[in-house]
């Protein structure tokens, strides 16, 4: 009863089964004798749960294992299955098809009308360019140039501007 460690307690217990009348054991408060047979029994079941707590922990890597690897599988295997599914999937993706070539078709038309604009734009421009409009003071061609405007007219320069500006005030 005051012994701290366990084989001193059982150093005691071993005296006590070799030695059941040499002493009032229930006095001293030495609980049970403990003879060879009883300590074989309780090695035998030691290595009994020590051998049973190997076996669970095998078989817990063993699944956390197969549980990894079935995670890696599914991850590798994913992509691939989403080709069949999609494939299988024949009346949906006909539709989904067909709303492509319409959504093409507009995008085609709409591009279509752009370049009209652009083209219709780029008209404008070349006449803002003045290509075939000579300069209304000398009459110089405004190929190329970008002319000066007063009113409806154009000039080659501020010069030919100012100079036809007083040549319509004089008139
Ligand atoms: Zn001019």
Redesign the pocket.
């Known amino acids: 009863m005051l012994a701290r460690e366990k084989e001193v307690r059982n150093t005691f217990r071993r005296f006590m089964a070799e030695n059941l009348d040499r002493w009032d054991w229930q006095a001293a408060h030495v609980p049970s004798p403990l003879t060879k047979e009883v300590e074989e029994s309780q090695a035998v079941k030691q290595a009994e749960k020590d051998a049973k707590r190997k076996a669970k922990a095998k078989e817990l890597k063993k699944l956390r294992k197969a549980k990894e690897k079935a995670k890696q599988s599914t991850v590798r295997v994913a992509p691939s299955r989403q080709q069949p599914s999609s494939s299988f999937a024949a009346p949906i993706s006909k539709e989904e098809e067909e709303k492509r070539a319409l959504a093409e078709e507009r995008e085609k038309r709409a591009g279509a009308a752009e370049r009209r604009i652009a083209a219709m734009q780029n008209k404008g421009c070349a006449a803002g360019f003045a290509d075939d409009i000579?300069?209304?003071?000398?009459?110089?061609s405004?190929a190329g140039k970008i002319p000066f405007h007063r009113y409806h007219y154009k000039?080659?320069?501020t010069?030919?501007?100012h100079?036809?500006r007083e040549i319509l005030e004089d008139g």
Not at 134 to 140: A, K, L
């Open positions: 000579p300069c209304s003071c000398c009459n110089s405004l000039y080659c320069s010069t030919c501007m100079i036809h």
